[in-house]
């Protein structure tokens, strides 16, 4: 192992983080965070820095418990009913995502959130590092959504939002909007976005004047929600992940067919981000 200076005395590693990511025991964030709370050894070493590369024969421990081998990165579907927050736990006591998996799931990860009242895709990894490059704005990936929303706006407030708009002093890029239609008090749009900030539709549509009451995210990048029903889960097949992302996957292991999405135990969720 090398100092906690990160570098190397021959031999190629990796940062310590992306190791412990892999291993699907937490996101980057998540396992810097474990390390500067001192729970990380290298070697029989306490690491207190997540500056460190480590090579493949290190031995790693977290929380006394020797890391497990790096898993094939592997990548689910879901479809996020409302009623649920896409948190490890919440201290109010509302029902989480994680909660609420199939029991047989491996320990995952949520791709971006969703709020309690949002419904549809959330992509689900056990893989820290295909977390972090799913939700880097880099892939410029389009998340579309439907927004049913009280209001009847016009052309030019739809515009607004094509162009870009400042909410709050916070500059949203540019959306697609189409309005698929009026109905009665409320109005249904179809919203691309390419980033993920906070409520962002919400927020958006708020200002021109309509008030979100029903939003389903539809679409994250080539991954579509489909006729999944609410609480299934399904994987992506390896061959799509190698397509889309040019991951170098197994093929070993067919995809699980949609589920329910009530366990019968608790789901052991990730370290929060």
Known sequence: MSG?????????GERIAKRLARAGVASRRGAEAMILAGRVTVNGHLITSPALDVRPEDRITVDGRPLPEPEQARLWRYHKPVGLITTTR??????????NLPPDLPRVMSVGRLDINSEGLLLLTNDGSLKARLESPATGWTRRYRARAKGAPDEAALELLRRGITVDGERFRPMTVTLDRQQG???????????????EVRRALAAIGLTVNRLIRISYGPFQLGDLAPGAVEEVKPRVLREQLGLSVADGAPPRPARGGTASRRHRPPDRR
Request: charged share 35%; net charge neutral; aromatic share 8%.
């Open 90 to 99: 919440d201290e109010r006591g509302r029902p989480t995502v994680f909660e």
């Open 4 to 12: 906690e200076s990160g570098k190397q005395e021959g031999g190629k």
């Open 185 to 199: 008090a409320n109005v249904w749009l179809t919203l691309g976005l390419t980033e993920g900030r906070y409520r």
